[in-house]
């Protein structure tokens, strides 16, 4: 009798564990199957990643080969640059660490983190902005980076690069304009990883694409990652 009683026990937990699984798997949101081509080129786009409940929409700025330069197209979080206010440099702010860390293992599954490509990071003075004689501190190694002044000003010109947040940014603190728009929405400023006029001051794009600089723990800019990435294995 007790027998009987403990095997029926059994058998209803587990189909209340094979309920519970599936009720979790239905309820939890699925990542998108991206599809990817075999080449891009400047100017292209690509989804790869989720964050916040978001897929990821990247544009291709620059190719070397089948690899490709990709910059999120919207501004995807508001954070600091670094906690504290003090002189930094990209090697050693805050967000430099929770690029690499928190972001990468969120955002991308596996595959995808196996794609992207741990790229040489030039912070050396020519880099950063020429009107100041500040360097950006050391060279570092990085899967996901902040683009440097130079790079932006290579990407999108001298006053261009005008971004809009994501929801999630906005919920986030970012700062934005009605005056300035991006893709139909108003514009937010966003870091770059270069110095300003010193090193506890970093460079912005503005929300009318301008070049300006800001305190290492401005709370309201937009982060806007960088990455290297190989599509053909995505595929």
Known sequence: MKKDL?????????????????????????????????????????????????????????????????????????????????????????????????????????????????????????????????????????RVFLLSYAEANLIFGETGGACAPTDHAVKTGAHTSERYQADGRPAGWYWLRSPGFDTDYVAMISTDGTRTYDYVTRSSAMVRPALWVSPQKLK
């Open 6 to 142: 403990l095997k029926k026990c059994l058998i209803i937990a587990v189909v209340l564990a094979v309920l519970a699984l599936s009720l979790v798997r239905v309820l939890l949101p699925r990542r998108p199957a991206y599809e990817y081509q075999d080449s891009y080129k400047p100017g292209d786009t690509l989804f790869m990643g989720v964050y916040a409940g978001q897929p990821v929409e990247w544009l291709v700025a620059e190719t070397d080969g089948d690899d490709c330069l990709l910059v999120s197209r919207y501004g995807l979080e508001t954070r600091r640059y670094n906690e504290v206010w003090q002189p930094t440099s990209w090697a050693e702010c805050t967000l430099r660490a929770w690029l690499n860390e928190d972001f990468l293992n969120s955002c991308f599954t596996e595959k995808e983190r196996a794609a992207i490509l741990l790229t040489p990071v030039d912070n050396g003075e020519e880099n950063c902005n020429p009107a100041y004689t500040v360097g950006g501190g050391e060279n570092t190694e990085d």
